[in-house]
């Protein structure tokens, strides 16, 4: 295992050098610039702020700057916060974020699987199709549609929940609803999926001819193996949920990393912009490789390969 996590990580390297070099130039490319989206900026003002932040240098001096300050940790100055640093925006935004993301996890999980069970053990049957059903409308129905759904029928109309803002326990529940939601229709899926071929296979007949109960059966021999997709699932699934909290965070107005760096997509801070792809992209890296490690330790028959 060690030597797989090794190779792994090694992997990681270069994928990181892509990400970066292919975001630096892909921003700069962009028309516009962090001093003039959003007033006329006067000709000697804009020299000097260029020159401020070494922006008045050939590209390829900027490039090599920019990986010599990351190789040190250092993600550089933010050109739309005076005087704040693209470490202290991340630190400030990302434990938001990695909150909602937590809690959007727990409605998925305690959704998507209890359904997925359910729908499995009773195959074509009342559950299995309104389970289905859920599921289905649960992927068909976009983050950006069921968020003001929401919000106008628990915020507005029935003035049980805020819209907006972050700061007390029920403001939680709306963002962690949308953003569960969806991935608790993939895990049903999948769950319901694994199940039903592991409730077909041999050992589980043998099991109910021992007489063990229905209980036991689902829960002590199918559902480790009934799991299994599930646990694949889950790398791109917690990715999914963490960067899918950019369309959240600006719908509630929630002071988390996806709403600033949808802000520093509108002001060209190319910093922020930079330093949060860098942040979720190594995320997703790491996601997936406990996802495979756990999915070895769940399924003997798979290697370290």
């Not at 490319?29 to 007033?39: H, I, L, N």
């Not at 470490?87 to 909602?100: K, M, Q, T, Y």
């Not at 195959?123 to 309104?130: E, L, P, S």
Request: proline share 6%; aromatic share 12%.
């Amino acid at each position: 295992m060690l030597r797989f996590v090794f190779r792994r990580l090694l992997q990681v390297i270069p994928v990181l050098f892509v990400i970066v070099t292919a975001t630096f130039f892909m921003v700069r490319f962009v028309p516009g610039g962090p001093f003039t989206a959003e007033k006329a900026v006067p000709p000697e003002v804009l020299r000097n702020l260029e020159a401020h932040y070494g922006l008045d240098q050939p590209l390829w001096h900027q490039y090599l700057t920019y990986l010599g300050h990351l190789a040190r940790g250092d993600l550089g100055p933010s050109f739309k916060y005076a005087n704040r640093t693209v470490n202290e925006i991340i630190a400030d935004g990302f434990p938001v974020s990695l909150e909602l993301g937590g809690w959007a996890l727990l409605v998925a999980f305690t959704l998507g699987i209890p359904l997925g069970i359910a729908a499995a053990v009773k195959r074509n049957t009342a559950v299995d199709y309104v389970c289905s059903v859920v599921g289905l409308i649960g992927i068909c129905l976009p983050t950006f549609v069921l968020g003001p759904l929401l919000a106008l029928a628990f915020g507005i109309y029935l003035r049980w929940l805020n819209v907006s803002g972050w700061y007390g326990p029920a403001d939680r529940i709306l963002p962690a609803l949308t953003l569960g939601f969806v991935y608790a229709a993939y895990l049903m899926r999948l769950t319901r999926g694994g199940m039903l071929e592991v409730l077909h296979q041999d050992f589980i007949r043998t099991a109910r001819a021992k007489g063990a109960s229905e209980a036991r059966i689902v829960f002590h021999h199918a559902l480790r193996g009934g799991l299994l997709p599930v646990v694949a699932f889950l790398g791109p699934a917690i990715a999914g949920i963490l960067t899918g909290s950019f369309v959240i965070e600006t719908i509630f107005q929630i002071p988390g990393l996806g709403r600033q760096f949808v802000t520093s997509a509108f002001s060209r801070d190319y910093t922020v912009i930079l330093g949060t792809v860098i942040l979720y992209a190594a995320l997703i890296v790491g996601l997936n490789l406990v996802a495979d490690v756990v999915q070895v330790w769940l399924n003997p028959r798979l290697k370290f390969e």
